[in-house]
T-cell receptor, first 112, second 116 residues
Framework: DAKTTQPPSMDCAEGRAANLPCNHS???????VYWYRQIHSQGPQYIIH?????ETNEMASQIITEDRKSSTLILPHATLRDTAVYYC?????????????WGLGTSLAVNP | DVKVTQSSRYLVKRTGEKVFLECVQD?????MFWYRQDPGLGLRLIYF???????EKGDIPEGYSVSREKKERFSLILESASTNQTSMYLC???????????????FGQGTRLTVV
């Protein structure tokens, strides 16, 4: 599975959109991009995933560039409860989570 | 909602003790995982099970063993706890791969183990 690069930390004002970037320049055609987040002292929580189309659910949106080498997770109206570490992971379509490579993620601080 | 439950949130054990960490999931998932999480190192896979009685070593299996006698339960065993096994332990589960479907993992709340 391809490796990802994320900034170590970001800040966002409460109520504003948080845009978290992720580079995955070695991604292959059958690899999905997944996002998880981990709130302090809890287990990681799945947010969203996609292959090549932009995706949206009740938690967030994911935009993937046309060449699929990078993506952005968007929290449209960040709240204090969105303060967490956000992980971007790529994994094979035929994978089973065994080979998920967890980086150190981006620590997002949402400020009042 | 999927629920993955770990038996303890906090645990303190002595060096040399045998330690059992239990994990139960209620969604009939085939796959279950044990990770440890340490500052600066992220999540690292210890063991993985894709079916009852089946297991595979992850990236850091040394000093650990696992047991999966029932589909819903996956146990991590520290045969002789050492101080370098002080860590946050996370259990996760996911559906098996159904055709080409890709499935997400669901995590428990974690067990913070301290070995003294």
């Amino acid at each position: 599975d391809a490796k990802t690069t994320q900034p170590p930390s970001m800040d966002c004002a409460e109520g504003r959109a948080a845009n978290l970037p992720c580079n995955h320049s070695t991604i292959s055609g059958n690899e999905y991009v997944y996002w998880y987040r981990q709130i302090h002292s809890q287990g990681p929580q799945y947010i969203i995933h996609g292959l090549k189309n932009n995706e949206t659910n009740e938690m967030a949106s994911q935009i993937i560039t046309e060449d699929r080498k990078s993506s952005t997770l968007i929290l449209p109206h960040a709240t204090l409860r969105d303060t967490a570490v956000y992980y971007c992971i790529v994994r094979s379509r035929a994978g089973n989570n065994r080979k998920l490579i967890w980086g150190l993620g981006t620590s997002l601080a949402v400020n009042p | 909602d999927v629920k993955v439950t770990q038996s303890s949130r906090y645990l303190v054990k002595r060096t040399g003790e045998k330690v059992f960490l239990e994990c139960v999931q209620d969604m009939d998932h085939e796959n279950m995982f044990w990770y440890r999480q340490d500052p600066g190192l992220g999540l690292r896979l210890i063991y993985f099970s894709y079916d009852v009685k089946m297991k595979e070593k992850g990236d850091i299996p040394e000093g650990y063993s696992v047991s999966r006698e029932k589909k819903e339960r996956f146990s991590l065993i520290l045969e002789s706890a050492s101080t370098n096994q002080t860590s946050m332990y996370l259990c996760a589960s996911s559906l098996g791969v159904l055709g080409q479907r890709v499935t997400e993992a669901f995590f428990g709340q974690g067990t913070r183990l301290t070995v003294v």
